[in-house]
Each structure stands twice: as C-alpha cells, then as structure tokens.
C-alpha cells in the first residue's frame, strides 16, 4: 500500500464519519498491482436516508444563509484543497492509476471549481423587466431546489465531484455524493476537508454526505423513489443516465446527464501539424484515453494523413507504462481487468475487419490492468470501434478526400459530447464551429475544460452544463413576480 495520508474509510454522514450501518465494507484496488490498498464501508439504505433525513432538514438553514457566507466557505474548502494537493493526487494516482503528475493536474482542475462558484455564489441574480404589453413589471428570482443526489464515474474522481458539489452549495443546496466503488478514497478524503470548514463556519450538518457503496442502483432508486430529494445528477454511462431519468418521473426531479462520447478530431488539409500533434496527444492520452472527450476518431486530410500518423505513432510509442507514483510513468493501467478486456476486444474486432496495427494492439502480461498505446489505420467504419467509446489509449487514424465529407462522418454517431476541428483557415474554423455537432467544439485545441465554460453534451451525450455561468443554474428554480 503506497497511499501518502491517512484516508477516512467510512462513510460520512453530514459531520459524522462511521462504519456503514451494516457493517460491510468493500475492497478498493490499486489497478497497477491489483493490491488491495484500503477497505471501506459499503453503505446501506438505512445510512442513505439518515443522509437525506438530515439534507432535508439543512435546506431551509442553507437557503437562508447569506450568499456570502457560502462563497466564503467555498473560498476556504479550495484554500484547503490545495493545501493538500499531494494527498489528494497520490490517493488518485493509488486507487485510479494515473500517472502522479495528471493526478496533481486533476487536483489542481477539479479545485478551482471551488474558486470558480465561490465567485458565482454572490451573483445569483434575477431580472426586473416593463410587461411589454405595459401596465406591469416582470421580476425573476431565484431559488435552490433543495436536496441533491451527486453520483460520479472512477475516471476523474475529484473533479467529477466538485463539478457538482460546488455549484449546489454555492446555489445553498445540500448533496449527497456517491462516489464510484472503484474509486471512493478521493472523495473520502475530500468530505475531511469539507467537514472541517463548513463545521468551523456554522453550516448545518447534513449539507455534505459521502456515501461510498457497492448498491449504486438500491442507493439511487430508494433516494429518487423519495420526494424530498429534488435533483439528481449524474456522470456516466448512456445506460445508467438513462436508468435514472426513467426513475426521476415519478418524483419529476431536476436531473443534469453528463453522458458517454464519441468525439471527432478533423484535421482539414491546411491545418499546422505540429499544433495538431500535440493537440492529438491531448485529447487522446490524457488520463490513459479514460476520458469522456477523449477523441475517438481522428479524420485526416489526405494530405496530411501520412505525415500525421507517422509522427503519432512516433509520439505514442514513447509512453512509458507503469505505477502512477513512479516518475517514469507517462501511461498508467486502465481502472478495471474488465475495462481493459472491452478496449481489447474493440481492438481485435477492427484487425478482423481488416486495420492494421501500427503499435501496440497486445494485451501485456503480469500484474496491472495495462494497456499499451495502440495506433491502427485502415479501419472498416463499419467496426465497433468507430461507433463505440473506446475509454483506453487506442488512436484510429482514418484520411478523407473531402472536408464535408469527413464533417458527415464525424456526426455520424448518436452522442454529441466533445469534437475537435483543426485549420489554419478562419472560414473553415467558422465552418467546423458550426457544422461539428456537439456540446463542445475544440477548434486548434485538444484540452478544452474549463471551470469558467460550461461542459456538457447533447444527443446521447446528456443534457446540463457543469462550469461557467451556466453550472449553477442547473441547481436553481427560477419564480416569477408579476407586479402591478
Ligand atoms: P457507469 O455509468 O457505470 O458508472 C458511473 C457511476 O454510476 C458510478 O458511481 C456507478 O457506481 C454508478 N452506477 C452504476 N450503475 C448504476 C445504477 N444502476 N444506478 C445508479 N448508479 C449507478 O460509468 P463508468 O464506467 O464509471 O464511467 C465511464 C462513463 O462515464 C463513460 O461512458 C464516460 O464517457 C462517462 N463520463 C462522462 C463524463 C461527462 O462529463 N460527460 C465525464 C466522465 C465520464
């Protein structure tokens, strides 16, 4: 076991940090070793609803509380964060597997959503508008909508959270986090700091709860089957989001879906490829290909298709596999042997559709659930891997003769998360920014998250925004005045 701090391993009900009501606790996995590194309680629906009994009752206290009493608390939670950046990251690096140095970047992102909605929480303002057909005035308020469920993916433990759990406290919304099984340390250690301030700032207790579980789907239908709990939101799987805005009808929660990809990288003919390939790079490696807005598929202009898969498989076979603690590492295992089973899987069904593997492609050996960068070419567009998230550190390299062509190509999936468009040229530029159809575009970019804009999907890829200005109107209700 190679964690750094003492990590909490109990669930956290509002202030109180204990064993789970059952007593039962679950093993959390170093994927690099395959080690056991920690045990930690599993909670059970009796902790779930101690959890919403006391979220309830903190609403009307959090409501009232001055905006400015929430943006302090939220300035002193990131203070606090970054105080401990190492404990945070090598905690991630242990139970998530990436490499040290994405670890204290995730930390250092995911953080400033604390910043980022301290500054929001004292600008929550409505409108004062003349009724256009006169005689009145149009006044809009807002309001928290009460209690809130967080449920969050393994792949960025921190950041998925604080996405969420900053924009509801700095809007005076308690929540209740489930954090991922594979992946529960981080945000143990993380409602430790939270306890800690929101305690010495006089916030009611139950305006956090930590509640790591292997019964996500008992946890998520008892607490929506509740009316008390008015939103849910949600980072994951298509499926799963869909499982739970099934379940959100009966109690018409509020509900923000930030779902699967699939997303695009165009490289049109006249785009500057050094740009390009360390945007590629980017959007393709970081955190493994274990990201939402990995990009899936490259599309090359043919006359940049040689040079460009040349130099990516250059660049990609200079990762070095190994523990995320060791300094070496520039790749870190995939999170679960399952996991690395699916990216396999996609891989040999594109080879039996005829692509060639210019690197990698072979399961390694030994202990560690690894996968090496694998770049492929000549990929049948019909094979999964065109069409499925691919979730690991697989490149398709796929050139095109034509630009509206390949902008068909890239929409022709039913997600809409992230693409990526790359020219040198301000008429194609405007011409991808509007014709690549997804919540985001990248144009001559590979990281594109930002606290300050707002991140989210359409189609497939869900509904919501988390960051920006847009990121905290996802846990207000808007009441209107009409004043005579
Ligand atoms: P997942 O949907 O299996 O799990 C996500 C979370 O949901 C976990 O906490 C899990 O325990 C929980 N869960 C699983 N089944 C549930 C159920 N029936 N009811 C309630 N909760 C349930 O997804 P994953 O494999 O952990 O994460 C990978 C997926 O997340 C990918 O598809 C990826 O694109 C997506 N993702 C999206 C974003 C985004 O912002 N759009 C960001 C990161 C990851």
Known sequence: MRLRATIPTGIRIGYTERPASGGTEFPVVDPATEEVV??????????????????????????????RARSQALREI?????????????TMTVEMGKPLAEARGEVSYGNEYFRWFSEEAARINGRVTPAPAGGGTIATTKHPVGPVLAITPWNFPLAMATRK?????????PILVKPAAETPLTLLLLGKVLTDVLRRLDFPDGTVSILPTTHAADLSAELMADARLKKVTFTGSTAVGKT????????????????????PFVVAGD????????????????????ACIAANRFLVHEDLAKEFTERLTARMSEFVAGHGLDDSTTLGPLITAEQRDRVATLVKDAVSGGATVLIGGETP??????????????????????????????????SFHNLDQAVATANDTPFGLAAYGFTE????????????????????????SDPAAPFGGIQQSGFGREGGSEGIEEYLETRYIALQ
């Open 271 to 290: 785009a500057d490829l050094d740009l390009v390939l360390e945007a590629a790079l980017a959007a393709k490696m970081r955190n493994g290909g274990e």
């Open 78 to 90: 990131f203070e606090a964060v970054k105080e401990r950046t190492e404990d945070f990251a090598t």
């Open 38 to 67: 920690a045990h930690v309680a599993n909670a059970t629906s009796p902790d779930w609803n101690e959890a919403l009994d006391l979220a309830h009752a903190a609403a009307p206290t959090l409501a009232a509380m001055p905006a």
């Open 425 to 448: 040229n301000i008429h194609t530029a405007k011409y991808l920014a509007s014709a690549l159809n997804a919540g985001m575009v990248g144009i001559n970019r590979g990281a594109i």
């Open 244 to 263: 739970l805005v099934r379940q959100s009808a009966d109690n018409l929660q509020r509900t923000s879906m930030e779902l699967g990809g699939n997303a």
């Open 365 to 398: 050996t030994g202990a560690g659930y690894f996968y090496p960068a694998t770049v492929l070419t000549n990929v049948s567009p019909t094979s999964r891997i065109m069409h499925e998230e691919i979730f690991g550190p697989v490149a398709t390299v796929t």
């Open 165 to 173: 759990i900053a924009p509801a406290l700095a809007a005076g919304c």
